[in-house]
């Protein structure tokens, strides 16, 4: 763990340079191709950093805060655009904006469906503190494969959302601005659109967006017309989403990558797709929400049991992270009764 400490402070250190060299140095330089090829070295470093961790949590985060957010909005800081430009008048609100998934709120004084009730927060605290416990009683070894997956997955979802919960309310407070929520209550998604593009976490489809699926529309408009275009856009999307999906899994596990996780996200890519089609040209009448909305939610579970859990689980990657979590239990215990 000290060893681990160490990485984190000598990244944290190679962040810092890297990101005042894209705001000193990489700013003055005209956008377009010099300034992405200035910012090459960049681009490598934040490739190369999730190898410096052997955690698990250290690694993920790192490869999907750096090599993937920050990477993109880095692509388009070369041509001026969003979110990194106009470029920031404080150093700490571009570096804050580039290395961590956060995006300030458009409407503060709305009262958005994004404001969720206290409750709600309470109840996945109380879920999550009893997935530690069941994993602290190595109950969960003794759980049939169907229902650890249904766990291990809800514990994902929420150790994730707690995570960016935790670095939206903090970065909120030091920047002094409010935060978008990264989720939006994914299990309520009444169709896959509004799963994706809306509830699930929504930092990526807005770097996505203007970095693949734009360019990619306005690319294949001249060819197949306005109209398929916008599905070449999409499908361009879900693939390219895919592939950094295999790229953070191949941080985490340090192995070639199956391609599984690919094909998950091309096979919702093109569900997708055919969703929009039909709601487009009104082929049938919209199911009731309820019934959406359970469909949904079964197809993500079947898809993600199939598809996107299977390499975790045969690279014991589950177990890491359940260790880690236990060993941060047993530090802040330590801590509480040290003092």
């Given at each position: 763990?000290?060893?681990?400490?160490?990485?984190?402070?000598?990244?944290?250190?190679?962040?810092?340079?890297?990101?005042?060299?894209?705001?000193?140095?990489?700013?003055k330089i005209p956008k377009g191709f010099v300034r992405l090829l200035s910012l090459l070295p960049i681009f490598i470093i934040f490739l190369l950093i999730p190898l410096f961790f052997s955690s698990l949590h250290f690694c993920a985060i790192s490869a999907f805060f750096l090599t993937w957010l920050a990477n993109f909005?880095?692509?388009?800081?070369?041509?001026?655009q969003e979110p990194l430009s106009p470029l920031?008048?404080?150093?700490?609100?571009?570096?804050?904006?580039?290395?961590?998934?956060?995006?300030?709120?458009?409407?503060?004084?709305?009262?958005?469906?994004?404001?969720?009730?206290?409750?709600?927060?309470?109840?996945?605290?109380?879920?999550?503190?009893?997935?530690?416990h069941l994993y602290g009683k190595?109950?969960?070894?003794?759980?049939?494969?169907?229902?650890?997956?249904?766990i291990f997955t809800i514990h994902v979802y929420i150790e994730l959302e707690f995570i960016l919960v935790l670095v939206g309310g903090l970065l909120s407070t030091l920047l002094g601005c409010e935060i978008e929520p990264v989720f939006n209550e994914p299990y309520l998604a009444t169709s896959?659109?509004?799963?994706?593009?809306?509830?699930?976490?929504?930092?990526?489809?807005?770097v996505l967006r203007p970095t693949i699926h734009i360019p990619?529309?306005?690319?294949?408009?001249?060819?197949?017309?306005?109209?398929?275009?916008?599905?070449?856009?999409?499908?361009?999307?879900?693939?390219?989403?895919?592939?950094?999906?295999?790229?953070?899994?191949?941080?985490?596990?340090?192995?070639?990558?199956?391609?599984?996780?690919?094909?998950?996200?091309?096979l919702?890519?093109?569900?997708?797709c055919l969703e929009i089609a039909v709601k487009r040209m009104?082929?049938?009448?919209?199911?009731?929400?309820?019934?959406?909305?359970?469909?949904v939610v079964a197809f993500m579970f079947v898809t993600s049991v199939w598809l996107f859990a299977p390499q975790l689980l045969r690279y014991n990657v589950h177990k890491r992270l359940i260790s880690e979590c236990l060993f941060v239990i047993d530090v802040v215990k330590a801590i509480c009764f040290a003092s």
């Amino acid at each position: 763990m000290e060893e681990e400490l160490r990485n984190l402070v000598k990244v944290c250190i190679s962040v810092l340079i890297s990101i005042s060299y894209c705001y000193y140095i990489s700013s003055k330089i005209p956008k377009g191709f010099v300034r992405l090829l200035s910012l090459l070295p960049i681009f490598i470093i934040f490739l190369l950093i999730p190898l410096f961790f052997s955690s698990l949590h250290f690694c993920a985060i790192s490869a999907f805060f750096l090599t993937w957010l920050a990477n993109f909005k880095l692509l388009l800081f070369a041509f001026d655009q969003e979110p990194l430009s106009p470029l920031p008048s404080i150093f700490s609100r571009f570096l804050c904006f580039t290395c961590f998934p956060i995006k300030t709120k458009q409407n503060p004084s709305s009262n958005r469906i994004y404001n969720k009730p206290k409750w709600v927060l309470a109840f996945k605290v109380i879920l999550f503190s009893s997935l530690l416990h069941l994993y602290g009683k190595n109950y969960h070894n003794t759980l049939p494969r169907l229902a650890f997956l249904s766990i291990f997955t809800i514990h994902v979802y929420i150790e994730l959302e707690f995570i960016l919960v935790l670095v939206g309310g903090l970065l909120s407070t030091l920047l002094g601005c409010e935060i978008e929520p990264v989720f939006n209550e994914p299990y309520l998604a009444t169709s896959f659109q509004d799963f994706w593009s809306r509830r699930w976490n929504r930092m990526v489809p807005s770097v996505l967006r203007p970095t693949i699926h734009i360019p990619v529309q306005r690319f294949t408009a001249q060819l197949i017309g306005q109209n398929a275009s916008f599905y070449a856009g999409m499908l361009a999307t879900f693939i390219v989403s895919g592939l950094m999906h295999e790229l953070v899994y191949f941080y985490i596990i340090r192995k070639s990558p199956t391609w599984e996780v690919t094909c998950f996200f091309v096979l919702h890519g093109v569900v997708t797709c055919l969703e929009i089609a039909v709601k487009r040209m009104r082929l049938c009448p919209s199911p009731h929400r309820v019934v959406s909305s359970l469909a949904v939610v079964a197809f993500m579970f079947v898809t993600s049991v199939w598809l996107f859990a299977p390499q975790l689980l045969r690279y014991n990657v589950h177990k890491r992270l359940i260790s880690e979590c236990l060993f941060v239990i047993d530090v802040v215990k330590a801590i509480c009764f040290a003092s």
